[in-house]
């Protein structure tokens, strides 16, 4: 309730104020071959390279994007490529599985007719399981409605089968309850197994799994963290209300396209909020993103030994032109 002066007031407003998270804003996995990372999810699965730079932290490292042709918040799915890392097993602490809409149940059995000799796939009434190469799990859910959302483009993929956006991550935990009130402080609501979070429009379920007590290892394959999406607006707010919810984060740091916290939710799951802007169009024009290699202002010096050291990896959907 306000308070008696307009400091009390004031005070009140800006701590009351209620934020949301809405849905996913990237995943962001691992892998051992660029190159055939880039045929997969660009080539096989069309979804548009939107951005090839390095890691931050690490700038002999590709980190890839993938997304919609813009890479919207809830379709960048991004990789951090190791050459030759090995398998790791998803598990434990670790989101270990990513849900996609797609329009419709057709969609499923054209992408199971498309994938036959490219990949592993699992198909059930309500979805389609993908593997990788490395194991990764991508799942196709339809959606009604979700048709005309946007997507990649690709010329390889009729609209109507194109994946639209991330609608779910299942992760797995020794103790799923151990997680419920800091994700019901972080604003998500509990839905039988699930937890969501965001609005009609955009939105996200999280599956918090109990695991069978196998032990989990990161490496090709597995998932690095998630992001949520937090408006531009709120995200000094996320940092005040992580602390309020008793978690060590991370501060604000600059990721060039978006800008993020980040801190372990009480499963071991690496939780990122990123905000929504600016996007990848900002050191790239919108119709040739992810085909040229972007470095961070940083790491620009790096130039000439990274375009050395990287293996190229040309555009997904020239074969397909
Ligand atoms: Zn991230």
Same mark, same amino acid.
């Given at each position: 309730m306000p308070g008696s002066t307009i400091g009390e007031w004031f005070l009140w407003a800006a701590t009351s104020r209620v934020v949301h998270l809405h849905g996913i804003h990237h995943v962001t996995a691992i892998t051992g071959d660029g190159p055939r990372n880039a045929e997969f999810y @660009? @080539? %096989? +699965? /069309? +979804?548009? +390279?939107?951005k090839k730079t390095v890691n =931050? !932290? !690490? $700038?002999g490292a590709y980190h890839l994007y993938y997304g919609d042709a813009t890479g919207s918040p809830g379709t960048a799915l991004t990789f951090f490529e190791y050459p030759g890392a090995r398998l790791g097993r998803a598990g434990e /602490?670790?989101?270990?599985r990513i849900d996609w809409s797609v329009p419709s149940p057709a969609a499923l059995d054209w992408w199971e007719q498309q994938l036959a000799g490219k990949a592993t796939t699992e198909r059930s009434a309500e979805y389609l399981d993908i593997w990788d190469h490395e194991g990764l799990i991508t799942r196709l859910v339809p959606v009604a409605g979700c048709e005309s959302e946007p997507h990649?483009? *690709? $010329?390889?993929? $009729?609209s109507a089968n194109a994946m639209r956006r991330m609608i779910s991550v299942a992760a797995h935990a020794r103790a799923p309850d151990d997680s419920m009130s800091v994700l019901d402080s972080l604003g998500f609501r509990r839905a039988g197994e699930a937890w969501l979070t965001g609005d009609g429009v955009r939105s996200a379920a999280y599956r918090l799994e109990s695991s069978d007590g196998s032990i989990s290892a990161s490496g090709a394959g597995t998932i690095h963290h998630v992001a949520w999406a937090s408006r531009d607006e709120d995200h000094q707010d996320w940092l005040a209300r992580i602390a309020r919810a008793g978690l060590q984060a991370t501060p604000? %740091?600059?990721? !060039?396209y978006f800008r993020s916290i980040y801190f372990r939710e009480p499963s071991g799951v690496l939780f990122e909020l990123a905000t929504d @802007? $600016? @996007? =990848? *169009?900002i050191d790239e024009e919108p119709d040739v993103l992810g085909l040229a290699l972007c470095l961070p202002r940083q790491h620009e010096h790096l130039r000439a030994f990274l375009e050395q050291r990287l293996v190229p990896i040309p555009d997904p959907w020239e074969p397909y032109r």
């Open positions: @660009g @080539g %096989v +699965l /069309g +979804l548009r +390279l939107v =931050f !932290d !690490d $700038p /602490g670790m989101v270990t990649a483009n *690709a $010329p390889q993929v $009729p604000i %740091v600059e990721r !060039d @802007g $600016p @996007g =990848f *169009a």
